[in-house]
């Protein structure tokens, strides 16, 4: 069967950051493959450069004769008349009206509730060209993807096989790979006795023999313990090699571990609304009759099919004036908002730019260190430009903005 789109060689980059080089791999007719990756791994750039719309660094990029591509973007840009899922249905059904061979989805689950999450894999189950859907949704990559690509470590690997059987392979070889650095750091241990057993070794026989002044023989000796003292640390580097070198080959998704400075515990209410609704100027109220009061410590979820009016009550409370709202309301003067459009970061800026402006409290290492619980570390990730975040970057960048600066609990 030939293949719909093919490359060979392909090598990816992006503000001087290597994605993976010499990738092969081809688009069958009718394929559904899986393409996964670690938050700014390269998932987005792949398929842009697929759509014809990034320059590979390097590499061949074949496809078919007549062949109708089609990419429906990550995060369609958002609008005050529609919701994510609408914009993301809108953009599905632009790409589908030309009927196209191959769909490239960023995400598509990324906005959809959990019952037109159902009916697009319904759909796309059907859907007789070939797919290529970038994804961290396990449901949807379990119950579509036929073929894994998988980018991590600046490295793309092709199997052929399910999610599911996959994941399995992936946990084989990460406990394949955990036994093996335990074992060297068994051996590190080892050598480290050794070399301390042998350096100690030395040093006595430096006093030995010292009422026979026999200098010949105490010099052979002291030259005997340092070969050996030598020889030891030379195997004890070449472990440690090993060891980070196993330790980089690892492939064990990081988790994040972030700290939220509140400035104590807060008694009384929070935030309540009474006899509330809200709606847009002009329109019928999205939401009526709210009745809903927090405390601190309080955690409540905000559930509700596509288009309700989730994300219009949160922008009330943060006195959106686009929105009306009738009632009474008594909210906080400083509410932490993590926008699902993440409209709080400024191109223009770096990571660290953008901290440094949140958390001006924050010094030095502080910045650092902070950014680190959010799996920004190398120098790459800390002083990269948002403009080229990945949507996965751009959420834990948010979320460490967030957490930099307590809310304030003082209401209005």
Known sequence: MSSFLSFHGLSLATNGQPFFENAIAQILPGARIGLIGPNGAGKSTLLKTLAGSFEPSSGSIKKASNLITRYVPQLPEASRALSGAEHFQKALSTALASNPDLLLLDEPTNHLDACRKKALINFLTRFPGAILFASHDESLLSALADTIWSIDHNSFQVYNCSYTAFCNTRAIQEKAQLEKIATIKRQLIALQEKLQTEAKRAAQSRHANTHENDRMLR????????????????????????????????????????????????????????????????????????????????????????????????????????????????????????????????????????????????????????????????????????LHLSGGEKARLSLALLSAKAPSCSTK
Not at 281 to 300: E, M, V
Not at 307 to 325: F, P, V
Not at 328 to 351: A, E
Request: proline share 5%; net charge positive.
């Open 219 to 386: 010099r052979a000796m002291q030259e005997k313990g340092s070969r050996t003292v030598g020889r030891n640390q030379k195997k004890l580097n070449e472990a440690k090699t090993t060891l980070e070198e196993a330790r980089a080959d690892t492939l064990i998704i990081e988790k994040i571990t972030p700290r939220f400075f509140f400035e104590g515990k807060k008694s009384g209410t929070t935030l309540n609304i009474t006899c509330g609704s809200v709606a847009y100027h002009g329109q019928a109220p999205l939401i009526d009759n709210i009745n809903l009061t927090l405390a601190p410590g309080d955690r409540i979820a905000l559930l509700g099919n596509n288009a309700t009016g989730k994300s219009t009550l949160l922008k009330a409370m943060l006195g959106d004036m686009t929105i009306k709202r009738k009632g009474h309301w008594h909210i906080p003067d400083s509410i932490g908002y993590l926008d699902q459009h993440y409209q709080n970061l400024h191109p223009s800026k770096t990571v660290l730019d953008s901290l440094t402006h949140a958390a001006p409290h924050l010094k030095g290492n502080a910045l650092r260190e902070h950014l680190a619980r959010f799996l920004f570390r190398k120098p790459g990730e800390v002083n990269k430009p948002l």
